[in-house]
């Protein structure tokens, strides 16, 4: 993103410090200069005013899902977006019971699930959340407008607005 977009600023959070000075690496190692990496939780990174927040595949892993929605909410400009990507999948069991669902719901399982179980809160909602409990937490956060804007076989991507 940061390549496309040379005139804009990119930001990026993460609460693990190694993935941090991985990031950092490769923006030098592919000389990108618009980009910074900082160690920051889904509640409390720094900044205000962001004309985009975006979380890839990561929502359904945090403890406190709907106090995350809420801070990216603090932390939009009035008219900023929040763009969630998240796993593909049905709102029900029996839609995830295909060959990708059955990964994702082992891998949320060994993963996601505990993930969530060890942080603050322990929302637990899995790989496999769906998207009405996503839209449920993303609304708990004090969003009105959230759509779905895209979609692969494996990803749905969501757009929040206040």
Same mark, same amino acid.
């Given at each position: ?12 959070? *993460? ?21 910074? %990496? ?8 720094? &900044?205000? *005013?962001? *004309?985009?927040?975006?979380? %890839? ?37 029996? *839609?995830?019971?295909?060959?990708? &669902? ?10 996601c699930v505990p993930t969530s179980l060890a942080?603050?809160? &322990?929302?637990?909602? #899995?790989?496999?959340? &769906? ?9 708990? #956060? ?21």
């Amino acid at each position: 993103m940061a390549q496309a977009f040379p005139k804009s600023q990119f930001i990026g959070y *993460d609460f693990h410090s190694g993935s941090i000075e991985a990031a950092r690496a490769h923006a030098r190692e592919h000389n990108v200069r618009n980009v910074e %990496f900082h160690v920051g939780t889904a509640k409390e990174y720094p &900044g205000s *005013d962001f *004309d985009l927040v975006a979380f %890839f595949d990561c929502l359904h892993d945090m403890g406190d899902p709907a106090g995350a929605a809420a801070h990216v909410k603090q932390s939009l400009k009035h008219d900023g977006t929040w763009m969630v990507v998240e796993p593909m999948a049905g709102d029900r069991m029996e *839609d995830n019971m295909n060959p990708l &669902g059955r990964i994702c719901y082992a891998a949320s399982t060994l993963v996601c699930v505990p993930t969530s179980l060890a942080q603050e809160v &322990g929302a637990a909602l #899995g790989a496999q959340a &769906g998207e009405a409990k996503l839209r449920e937490v993303i609304s708990a #956060g004090g969003f009105s407008r959230i759509r779905r804007a895209i979609e692969t076989p494996l990803n749905m991507v969501l757009e929040a607005r206040i």
